[in-house]
């Protein structure tokens, strides 16, 4: 493992309000940089009253100014709702003011529900023109000539890194196939990263962009000084993909110390294998949980999440992380 970063999906606590969110993003970036975190990523959501990172090019900037050095990006924009030359503007503008700290994830999903979608989009083509917009949208980030037909300006030189982000094999195969990093959403989305990882790995063409695979992968991550209390502050986390399974989106609920009074057992069961790549404990078992993700699947580098209620309780769980992650990069990967 070369590097470990951080996604946050600006989380909106019950009993607080987006302006909240948004200034503990900033306030989270800050500490993740001095804890050694590589990448800060923000994720493109909409419709959803727990998430305050819908505008993600603007709170991207927003972090970025807020930190020196940390790279910064999106993990990621969902690229169907955006015309392509839109986001090579965003980004080629965010690039030129925080040069060589600005990634770019791109997703194939919508990112919110389809009437939604219809909103953003005004229309719902039939063809799925995700590798072409990729591929356009590569383009505007390179040194095009002044006689060009259209440029990102600015964009055009800025030569953002662009990375293929997915749960699935489509994602992985795409990635491969462009020869660009792949980021895969193990955080809610396990079920087919040891496939997905497999098919970019065996099937990568080396490119301008990347001269052999890079895979990063996402854990969700909850540290506290017991096992009993990382487990009482992730039930924040459990209640709100609950409510979001059945139908009932809200902002991040407070914890419990019972989740069964509140989530059936057959939605729980869904809950714990989506959100099954996941290391939760005091710090002595989340570095034993971390350590079996990282020999299983050695990812060259792992992103960690986790939406905690209490502000506080969620920089000193990734703070605390952070130092279990360093000790996990500087350990010989068991054979």
């Not at 991550?221 to 609950?242: E, G």
């Not at 949980?289 to 939406?307: A, K, S």
């Amino acid at each position: 493992m070369q590097h470990f970063s951080l996604l946050d999906l600006s989380p909106v606590p019950e009993g607080q309000t987006a302006a909240d969110a948004l200034a503990g993003s900033v306030d989270l970036a800050r500490a993740a940089e001095g804890a050694g975190y590589h990448r800060f990523w923000l994720a493109e959501h909409h419709n959803m009253p727990g998430i305050a990172s819908a505008a993600t090019a603007v709170v991207i900037g927003h972090v970025a100014a807020a930190t020196r050095s940390m790279r910064i990006g999106a993990g990621g924009i969902m690229l169907p709702n955006h015309a392509p030359l839109v986001i090579a503007e965003q980004f080629g503008t965010l690039a030129t003011l925080y040069p060589d700290r600005i990634d770019l994830g791109l997703g194939r999903a919508p990112g919110t529900d389809m009437a939604t979608a219809r909103a953003l989009r005004r229309h719902m083509a039939p063809d799925d023109s995700f590798p072409q917009d990729v591929q356009e949208l590569i383009g505007y980030f390179g040194e095009n000539p002044d006689a060009a037909p259209v440029r990102a300006i600015p964009g055009t030189g800025t030569h953002v890194p662009v990375w293929i982000l997915g749960s699935s094999l489509y994602g992985a195969q795409l990635a491969a196939y462009l020869g660009l990093p792949y980021a895969f959403a193990s955080h809610f989305a396990p079920a087919m990263l040891e496939q997905a990882l497999a098919v970019y790995r065996s099937t990568f063409q080396p490119s301008a962009h990347l001269d052999r695979p890079y895979v990063m992968m996402a854990a969700g991550v909850c540290v506290a000084d017991t096992d009993t209390d990382a487990a009482y502050l992730r039930s924040s986390q459990l209640l709100a993909f609950a409510r979001l399974r059945t139908g009932r989106p809200g902002k991040l609920p407070y914890p419990v110390h019972d989740t069964g009074t509140e989530i059936p057992p057959a939605v729980m069961a869904q809950v714990q294998q989506a959100l099954s790549c996941s290391a939760t404990g005091s710090a002595k078992t989340v570095q034993k949980q971390l350590r079996g993700i990282i020999d299983t699947f050695q990812p060259d580098e792992l992103m960690v999440t986790g939406m905690i209620h209490d502000h506080d309780a969620r920089v000193r769980s990734f703070q605390m992380a952070a130092d279990i992650l360093t000790d996990l990069r500087r350990a010989p990967v068991a054979a």
